[in-house]
């Protein structure tokens, strides 16, 4: 699918199929970045000091998982997956593959995986998305498999 097209084009349910790809704009990360996220939400050494860090199980400074699931969040909202209403979620399974570090530049490639109309509520459907969450080297850094409550397209009056 064209991204810029994907970018400009809000999608109902109607609109996706199995198949169709989404990527997303970069978010270039920092050192900073990574340390104001952990102070704030994840104090752990690893993700707070690189002495520490670099003694621990990561063998360096990363970003906490929690991080990247919000950087990855921020991409999918703004660039990434242009679902009308909203990215709604029903239920979502998160795999972080390896450690985000400070200078990757980020950016999220998405699949749509299954559609399924509601038979209780025909206004909407249920779309599951895998995004992964890759970084310069292409290296995937997360994988999110999520369930999203996506509205049918308006009928005409």
Same mark, same amino acid.
């Given at each position: 699918?064209?991204?810029?097209?994907?970018?400009?084009?809000?999608?109902?349910?109607?609109?996706?199929?199995?198949?169709?790809?989404?990527?997303?704009?970069?978010?270039?990360?920092?050192?900073?970045? #990574?340390?104001?996220?952990? @102070?704030?939400?994840?104090? /752990? !050494?690893?993700?707070? &000091?690189?002495?520490?860090?670099?003694? $621990?199980?990561?063998?360096?400074?990363?970003?906490?998982?929690?991080?990247?699931?919000?950087?990855?969040?921020?991409?999918?909202?703004?660039?990434?997956?242009?679902?009308?209403?909203?990215? #709604?979620?029903?239920?979502? @399974?998160?795999?972080?593959? /390896? !450690?985000?570090?400070? &200078?990757?530049?980020?950016?999220?490639? $998405?699949?749509?995986?299954?559609?399924?109309?509601?038979?209780?509520?025909?206004?909407?459907?249920?779309?599951?998305?895998?995004?992964?969450?890759?970084?310069?080297?292409?290296?995937?850094?997360?994988?999110?498999?999520?369930?999203?409550?996506?509205?049918?397209?308006?009928?005409?009056?």
């Amino acid at each position: 699918m064209n991204t810029a097209t994907a970018r400009n084009t809000l999608r109902y349910l109607d609109d996706l199929c199995p198949g169709d790809r989404f990527e997303s704009a970069e978010h270039a990360l920092d050192i900073e970045q #990574i340390i104001e996220f952990a @102070e704030r939400f994840d104090p /752990q !050494p690893f993700h707070l &000091d690189e002495a520490a860090a670099g003694a $621990s199980f990561f063998g360096g400074l990363a970003a906490s998982g929690w991080h990247t699931a919000a950087l990855t969040m921020r991409l999918l909202v703004t660039s990434g997956l242009p679902i009308a209403g909203g990215l #709604i979620g029903a239920g979502v @399974e998160v795999s972080w593959l /390896q !450690p985000t570090r400070p &200078d990757d530049v980020l950016r999220v490639c $998405s699949e749509v995986l299954e559609v399924t109309p509601s038979r209780s509520r025909p206004e909407r459907g249920i779309v599951t998305v895998r995004s992964e969450t890759l970084n310069q080297r292409g290296e995937v850094l997360q994988r999110l498999v999520s369930r999203l409550v996506v509205p049918r397209r308006p009928q005409a009056a």
